[in-house]
């Protein structure tokens, strides 16, 4: 797709307008077809858990329609402090949580508040591509991290050692990761901890996929280590663990030095998260948690699935041990990621994104999204692999 520019436009330098941006592309081609299996997006499929749903619907009833505290209603901050500890984080007061609208809007706050132009902020790649876009439009710039299929796309303090530089002012952690699902283990947490103490860096911890472990995996909650709390802005919310998309609700948590100053950009830019979803999330968080555990299950069981689809078309995968997306490798087709995805749409009818939208090093990589019933993510599996089969006979036969 072109984006037309008219001859009078003027925009900042840090807007960067894409000619064609492939993801576009992509969704405007499904949206023409018929019976497209969509594994694309981050978006789960399964509905907000009925109990919160009531309880946004009781608080509209009830008024719940105008603005709330900008940092957000003291009971939902209270016991998010509360479910933070309880999930093995560090201890905060109420006016050290700030709600937002999405955990989307923390990571832009977060960039706005703690960059100064030049500022180098330390991204693992293949990472979640907001990341990028917050540091630009902070005049901020961005080093990557590359990740490898081969040592399971695992973030090492080794690696990160040698991007540093004077410049280094924030290391970003997203544990588990989009799009490789991996968790950092809790070792290396740790030497990460030590190297941010060590060279003064702010660490940005993004642990929204932190519910959704598999294989036993437990996510280690940065701020809690010894020296880290002061240092680190943990971000999390509602979407991903409480199919909360389309509420725009999320949190970050940070000692009161950080989060007074960033709580007023965040007012600048939304003044409060959505009232509606406050009173949701309040019930997300202190209502039954079971809701969790069973769509922890239904990812795990698609991930197995489909890794195990993926053994049989003989793709090979860093098993993902969180989130719900796996990263293969499509290399052995012959195509780059990017046509292996066109070609899948047309041919297949199933969407998926091309890794070099995570990551420069990627172009061998398609994110599967995970968010689709069973039936369906196998259905795409068994098309995928003819899609697949095909290719790599095509190939063998020109060979
Ligand atoms: N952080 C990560 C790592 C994500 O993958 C996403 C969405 O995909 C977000 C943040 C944004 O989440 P939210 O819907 O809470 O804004």
Known sequence: M??????????????????????????????????????GRGDPDLDTPPHVVEAGRAALAAGATHYTHPHGMPQLREAIAAAILADGGAAYAADEIVVTAGAQESMFVAMLALVNPG????????????????????????????????????????????????RSRILCLINPSNPTGM????????????????????????????????????????????????????????SKAYSMTGWR????????????????????????????????????????????????????????????ALDRMGLSYARPNGAFYVYANVSSTGLSASDFCLKLLEEGRVMMFPGSLFGDHCDDY??????????????????MEKVVGDLVAARRAGA
């Open 119 to 166: 500022d180098e902020v330390i991204i693992p790649s293949p990472g979640y591509n907001s990341y990028h876009q917050a540091v630009e439009l902070a005049d901020g710039v961005t080093v990557t991290v590359p990740t490898y299929e081969r040592d399971g796309f695992a973030l090492t303090a080794e690696a990160v050692a040698k991007v540093l530089t004077p």
């Open 249 to 308: 609700v999320g949190y970050f948590a940070a000692p009161k030095a950080y989060a007074a100053p960033m709580a007023e950009i965040h007012h600048g830019l939304a003044i409060c998260a959505p009232a509606v979803s406050q009173h949701a999330a309040l019930a997300a968080l202190t209502g039954p948690q079971d809701c969790v555990e069973a769509a922890r299950r239904l990812y795990d069981e698609r991930r197995l699935d489909m890794c195990a």
């Open 183 to 238: 968790v950092i283990p809790p070792s290396e947490i740790e030497r990460l901890a030590a190297l941010a103490i060590e060279h003064d860096l702010i660490v940005i911890s993004d642990e929204i996929y932190a519910k959704l472990v598999y294989d036993n995996a437990q996510v280690t909650r940065v701020a809690a280590l010894p020296g880290m709390r002061e240092r680190t802005i943990t971000i999390d919310g509602f």
């Open 2 to 39: 072109t984006i037309a520019v008219p001859p009078a436009a003027r925009f900042a330098d840090r807007v960067k307008i894409k000619q064609s941006s492939l993801r576009t592309r992509m969704l405007d081609m499904a949206a023409k077809l018929t019976d497209v299996i969509a594994l």
């Open 366 to 383: 398609v994110r599967i999204s995970l968010l689709q019933p069973i039936a369906k993510v196998r259905e795409a599996a068994a098309r």
